[in-house]
């Protein structure tokens, strides 16, 4: 469980491959913008500062989280030169159970994609109870989760291109 007083998301970019010949794709979900475009800034500002060009930082916008699955799907089919895509949404536990399916359906479609693409995709989904915890985590005091997924999507490209 996170700490108040510890930000996740610093990371040592001497640790990190040099992202210069990298291309990201990054599929954000409308849904919930205030926080998936604070969790896209901390995706964004980590992968320049190691290295990217912003040239080869590639958004796409689709309608809700759920949708994430299709918008990496067809980005992976359409952007051959991608090593890497992220997939950033946000969902806010509410009083029905279309919470629980839509985490569901995203976790095991992202999980799908992994297991059928040859880049791997990088999941940020915010899962929180309220408001207050997605602000938390898309750049206030526990960090930005966009920049551990972007992170995570360096280590990966790294793995993927030794293996």
């Known amino acids: 469980m996170a700490t108040a007083n510890k930000n996740l998301s610093e990371y040592d970019k001497s640790t990190l491959p040099d992202g210069k010949d990298f291309r990201v794709g990054i599929v954000v979900s409308e849904w919930n913008d205030q926080i998936t475009n604070g969790l896209y800034s901390g995706a964004e500002a980590a992968l320049l500062d190691c290295g990217l060009l912003a040239e080869n930082i590639v958004r796409w916008n689709v309608p809700g989280s759920f949708e994430l699955i299709f918008g990496a799907k067809k980005m992976i089919e359409v952007d051959e030169a991608l090593d890497a895509v992220i997939v950033v949404g946000c969902v806010i536990k509410g009083e029905t159970m279309h919470f629980d399916f839509v985490c569901e359906g995203v976790t095991h479609g992202i999980k799908d994609l992994n297991l059928i693409s040859d880049i ?43 293996a």
Request: net charge neutral.
């Open 120 to 162: 791997p995709v990088i999941f940020c989904l915010l899962t929180d109870n309220h408001i207050e915890q997605s602000i938390a985590r898309s750049g206030g005091e526990h960090g930005n989760k966009g920049t551990e997924a972007a992170i995570a999507a360096l280590k990966m490209i790294e793995l993927n291109r030794k």
